[in-house]
């Protein structure tokens, strides 16, 4: 009886991990697969933050009286907006101006004050581009747009520049997204023109946006 025990007990002891490995083993049906890779967006666009500045003139400043020499000054800007896809964009501005004149402008204040001014605005803003360059891995990264802006503008002092105006700006720009995915710098010549004073001006505005 023993002899015939022993070699059965043999063959289990061979058997048993052999069968634990089959157990282990997938099968073709369940084969593990690659982990999806995670991609991103070669260009981030949506609700976006941008600043901008740099100088600018007005050619005529508003006064009803005396002279409405060159001014040339500094133009700081804010926006918050909405990318509409790939070419379009919607936001709102508040703008800020300082701008130099001399003591002979009186502006409207008929001689009671002179010299400089300040401006503030806000408003909302319409970005069109128009013309896409793709880079060596075809992503557009260089576009050529046109941005134009309606806003509400109101002066300082008072004394000299005493009713608020409409300002209306537009000009082309042009705009790179760097690899950085959300981060885009751009630069744009703008002309301004306040509707009821019909003064004329234009600014130079380098500018950097963040898309979230």
Do not use: C
Not at 98 to 118: H, I, L, M, P
Not at 132 to 143: H, L, N, Y
Not at 190 to 202: D, H, Q
Request: overall charge neutral; charged content about 15%; hydrophobic content about 45%.
């Amino acid at each position: 009886m023993q002899k015939v025990l022993a070699p059965l007990a043999l063959s289990a002891a061979l058997l048993l991990p052999a069968m634990a490995g089959a157990q282990d083993t997938p099968s073709a049906g369940s084969a593990m697969q690659d982990r999806p890779a995670v991609t991103f967006n070669e260009v981030e666009r949506g609700v976006y933050f941008g600043v901008y500045g740099g100088p600018s003139w007005i050619t005529n400043p508003p006064a009803d009286t005396g002279p409405r020499p060159f001014s040339s000054g500094q133009m700081a800007q804010v926006e918050l907006g909405v990318d509409l896809g790939e070419r379009l964009s919607l936001g709102v501005f508040f703008m800020g101006s300082a701008n130099r004149a001399g003591a002979e402008y009186v502006g409207y204040s008929q001689g009671a004050a002179s010299g400089d001014f300040t401006m503030l605005v806000p408003g909302a803003v319409l970005r069109a581009r128009l013309v896409g360059f793709a880079d060596s891995q075809e992503v557009k990264r260089t576009w050529i747009y046109a941005r134009a802006g309606v806003g509400y503008a109101m002066f300082s002092p008072k004394k000299l520049l005493p009713d608020s105006d409409i300002l209306v700006f537009a000009g082309p720009g042009v705009e790179y997204y760097t690899r950085l995915r959300h981060f885009s710098v751009g630069l744009e010549v703008v002309g301004n023109y306040l509707a009821s004073k019909g003064a004329f001006g234009f600014a130079v505005a380098p500018n950097i946006r963040y898309a979230f």
